[in-house]
């Protein structure tokens, strides 16, 4: 765009159009989501399983308002109202995958410039990783007691190994080409890795980080055995023991959508941390 001054014209950038998302991008998932519930419903009412098995959708949405309203003096589920269940839930899994997510990159940069210690540490989280939570989480309670300790540490360690191992390949595969370009500008051994290296590694160690919240996330329902009512992990629990399926259904969709927008969250942070990801 050309502005006209008093002198010769000067050239201005043009203002960078908005991004617009496309309609598809929204509309596909809806419709998913709606044929999901059609071919629900079209099973449930085809009574081919006991409703104990296969509830309808108006009866797990029945389930999720009691869930979240007091009604005949009783409230929610168990004394709790569904959104404080979710709150303890969210504040163990966020605070396990802070624990975990920052020891877990901290390892990773060291295990990705020290050699030794990747050779000495990555065969203890690949064995952790491979874990099941329920293999140590009884040792945890008999080591931590049945409070929110246990539970915590669950979820971190859950989280540890795939932060850990994603900044460790991601930092190792730093471009050899920038680092010999930054020692030969000057740049010491620790200015090499906070400005070349650990920039370079961002997006794989987001990767990472959502790989640990995810795993975080399918050890809730683990961590909350014991002792974990209000929980969304104790909810689903406590309703199995008593075949109450659509509590059960309630519980698993209130965890799986919580992560659905936690990752997109952490998504969002990516795009503004890493702008670069996905561009040539």
Do not use: C
Not at 79 to 93: A, F, I, N
Not at 195 to 204: G, H
């Amino acid at each position: 765009m050309t502005v006209l001054t008093e002198g010769a014209p000067v050239e201005t950038a043009a203002p960078a159009p908005r991004r617009r998302i496309p309609v598809v991008r929204i509309v596909l998932p809806l419709l998913s989501v709606a044929v999901f519930l059609a071919v629900w419903q079209a099973v449930a009412a085809a009574g081919l399983w006991n409703e104990t098995f296969v509830p309808q959708p108006i009866t797990v949405w029945r389930a999720a308002v009691d869930m979240s309203s007091t009604h005949d003096g009783v409230v929610g589920y168990q004394g709790y109202l569904l959104w404080e269940h979710l709150y303890m839930t969210l504040r163990r899994v966020l605070a396990g995958v802070a624990v975990g997510v920052t020891l877990g990159v901290a390892l990773g940069v060291a295990m990705g410039t020290v050699g030794w210690l990747r050779s000495i540490l990555e065969p203890w989280l690949t064995f952790l990783r491979t874990l099941p939570p329920l293999a140590y989480f009884f040792l945890l309670v008999i080591w931590l007691g049945i409070d929110e300790a246990p539970k915590v540490t669950l979820l971190a360690l859950a989280a540890l190994p795939a932060a850990a191992i994603a900044t460790t390949t991601a930092v190792a595969a730093a471009p050899i080409g920038l680092v010999e370009a930054a020692r030969a500008l000057g740049a010491s051994r620790a200015q090499v890795i906070r400005d070349v290296v650990f920039p370079a590694a961002l997006p794989e160690t987001f990767t990472g980080v959502r790989l640990a919240v995810g795993m975080a996330y399918s050890s809730v329902v683990a961590a909350e055995l014991f002792n974990g009512l209000p929980g969304i992990g104790g909810v689903v629990k406590d309703a199995s023991n008593y075949n109450n399926t659509p509590v059960v259904l309630v519980g698993i969709a209130a965890i799986g959508i919580s992560g659905l927008v936690i990752d997109g969250l952490l998504r969002a942070a990516e795009r503004r941390a890493v702008p670069w990801r996905g561009k040539i």
